[in-house]
């Protein structure tokens, strides 16, 4: 969690070190979490990061600075630069760490921290177009309509967006339900992808979930 101080807080599993805050870490804009690693921005441009780093993924660039947003996929790390570049270190089965040389200017990316060895990355661009690379490309890669969403998010094997209307678009592998997007009486505001369902924050303050559901992960509490 991110406070509103500037510091961080984690909790939970501990076996690589993600829940090992590194001492004095403050001023921090946004953090995010990879499987086993955790990074964080600072007001500063620069991006720290503690866990595992069986890929490289915490070997931060040593000239890495103005950096404007941050993704952790499964074993590698990214970063948006000021200046709308990408700089990306850690893990490449899937060439998730090549960075498209067609690619162009960044607004945002969103990391998938799909199932081993699965990983790859959604990128928005300023354009409001949105670009994917990584594994499964002819899965994951977005619906032709999509255009600027409000928000986007990544599972295993699927994908999952708000449309500027308010609307939700789900693609990527059909199986588990994960793609039939429940029927909204209020426009979405915020998606999050799961393995394999999803959630969605809609405009009246409620929550929905689909796809699978093998612990309970899609029964929103009705308080």
Same mark, same amino acid.
């Given at each position: 969690?991110?406070?509103?101080?500037?510091?961080?807080?984690?909790?939970?599993?501990?076996?690589?070190?993600?829940? %090992?805050?590194?001492?004095?870490?403050?001023?921090?804009?946004?953090?995010?979490?990879?499987?086993?690693?955790?990074?964080?921005? /600072?007001?500063?441009?620069?991006? =720290?990061?503690?866990?595992?780093?069986?890929?490289?993924?915490?070997?931060?660039?040593?000239?890495?600075?103005?950096?404007?947003?941050?993704?952790?996929?499964? !074993?590698?790390?990214?970063? =948006?630069?000021?200046?709308?570049?990408?700089?990306?270190?850690?893990?490449?089965?899937?060439?998730?760490?090549?960075?498209?040389?067609?690619?162009?200017? =960044? /607004?945002?990316?969103?990391?998938?921290?799909?199932?081993?060895?699965?990983?790859?990355?959604?990128?928005?661009?300023? %354009?409001?177009?949105?670009?994917?690379?990584?594994?499964?490309?002819?899965?994951?890669?977005?619906? *032709?309509?999509?255009?600027?969403?409000?928000?986007?998010?990544?599972?295993?094997?699927?994908?999952?967006?708000?449309?500027?209307?308010?609307?939700?678009?789900?693609?990527?592998?059909?199986?588990?339900?994960?793609?039939? =997007?429940?029927?909204? *009486?209020?426009?979405?505001?915020?998606?999050?992808?799961?393995?394999?369902?999803?959630?969605?924050?809609?405009?009246?303050?409620?929550?929905?979930?689909?796809?699978?559901?093998?612990?309970?992960?899609? !029964?929103?509490?009705?308080?």
């Amino acid at each position: 969690a991110l406070k509103r101080d500037g510091t961080v807080v984690v909790w939970g599993d501990n076996s690589l070190g993600q829940s %090992d805050v590194p001492a004095g870490l403050a001023t921090v804009t946004q953090i995010t979490s990879g499987s086993n690693h955790m990074l964080a921005l /600072k007001i500063d441009g620069t991006v =720290v990061g503690w866990g595992s780093n069986s890929d490289g993924q915490l070997d931060t660039p040593s000239d890495l600075s103005n950096v404007k947003s941050i993704s952790a996929g499964k !074993n590698h790390s990214i970063a =948006v630069l000021n200046d709308g570049s990408v700089v990306a270190w850690g893990a490449n089965t899937n060439s998730e760490t090549t960075i498209p040389t067609d690619l162009g200017s =960044v /607004k945002e990316i969103v990391s998938s921290r799909g199932s081993s060895p699965l990983s790859g990355n959604f990128a928005i661009l300023e %354009d409001g177009s949105i670009r994917y690379w990584g594994a499964a490309s002819a899965i994951m890669e977005p619906p *032709t309509f999509l255009n600027n969403p409000i928000s986007i998010s990544a599972g295993s094997l699927h994908g999952v967006a708000v449309n500027q209307d308010g609307s939700i678009s789900a693609w990527g592998s059909e199986s588990l339900d994960k793609l039939e =997007v429940p029927t909204i *009486t209020s426009k979405a505001l915020k998606v999050a992808a799961g393995g394999s369902h999803s959630l969605a924050v809609l405009e009246d303050g409620n929550v929905i979930a689909w796809g699978k559901n093998s612990n309970g992960q899609t !029964n929103v509490p009705s308080n």
